[in-house]
T-cell receptor, first 112, second 112 residues
Framework: DAGVTQSPTHLIKTRGQQVTLRCSPK?????VSWYQQALGQGPQFIFQ???????QRGNFPDRFSGHQFPNYSSELNVNALLLGDSALYLC???????????FGPGTRLTVT | GNSVTQMEGPVTLSEEAFLTINCTYT??????LFWYVQYPGEGLQLLLK?????DKGSNKGFEATYRKETTSFHLEKGSVQVSDSAVYFC???????????FGKGTMLLVSP
């Protein structure tokens, strides 16, 4: 059983560009959450998707947007990239309800 | 709002030493508490959890007890190994928000 998978593993972008990160949840999981982990910090919640809709959102600007597809996979889009967006982006999934979240290996985004 | 405070690292120990990493939390209601571990270059792995007061979570020799009276969830291990070197994150999950709130992480370095 594959766990949570994310692509790409690493990404380098230039300020002002746009980026799309992808996540496939663990089998049987229908809820996907995205977190941003800056260097030396704990993960910060960006948003959560369930039934193809954004259910919760953390304190991130509208430049951060997402999508969930009918097969429960998800995308994170970031527009107008800033140097401060450089971070490890983690995707987590869980089944419906208050269950622990399982994390993917992350996508390392570097903005130059 | 909800928050988690962890002791700052790095924590440097010799193999077979006793480990304690302190974690305290602030939350409305009764959250579930977690310890996650992050090995270099990897995503987060759930280490252990506790869902109600006085519960003890345990895994791979690590233990933590949910203390409601002191709002704490300290991580302990009786004898650390070099392979335990990693960053440890304390986190809380409050069902009202359906998301995880993380501490900043504590790096553990174990030398032979």
């Amino acid at each position: 059983d594959a766990g949570v998978t994310q692509s790409p593993t690493h990404l380098i972008k230039t300020r002002g560009q746009q980026v799309t990160l992808r996540c496939s949840p663990k089998s049987g999981h229908d809820t996907v959450s995205w977190y941003q982990q800056a260097l030396g910090q704990g993960p910060q919640f960006i948003f959560q998707y369930y039934e193809e809709e954004e259910r919760q959102r953390g304190n991130f600007p509208d430049r951060f947007s997402g999508h969930q597809f009918p097969n429960y996979s998800s995308e994170l889009n970031v527009n107008a990239l800033l140097l401060g967006d450089s971070a490890l982006y983690l995707c987590a999934s869980n089944p419906t309800g208050p269950y622990e979240q399982y994390f993917g290996p992350g996508t390392r985004l570097t903005v130059t | 709002g909800n928050s988690v405070t962890q002791m700052e690292g790095p924590v440097t120990l010799s193999e077979e030493a006793f480990l304690t990493i302190n974690c305290t939390y602030t939350a409305t209601g009764y959250p579930s508490l977690f310890w996650y571990v992050q090995y270099p270059g990897e995503g987060l792995q759930l280490l252990l959890k506790a869902t109600k007061a006085d519960d003890k979570g345990s895994n791979k020799g690590f233990e933590a007890t949910y203390r409601k009276e002191t709002t704490s969830f300290h991580l302990e291990k009786g004898s650390v190994q070099v392979s335990d070197s990693a960053v440890y994150f304390c986190a809380l999950y409050y069902s009202g928000y359906s998301t995880l709130t993380f501490g900043k992480g504590t790096m553990l370095l174990v030398s032979p």
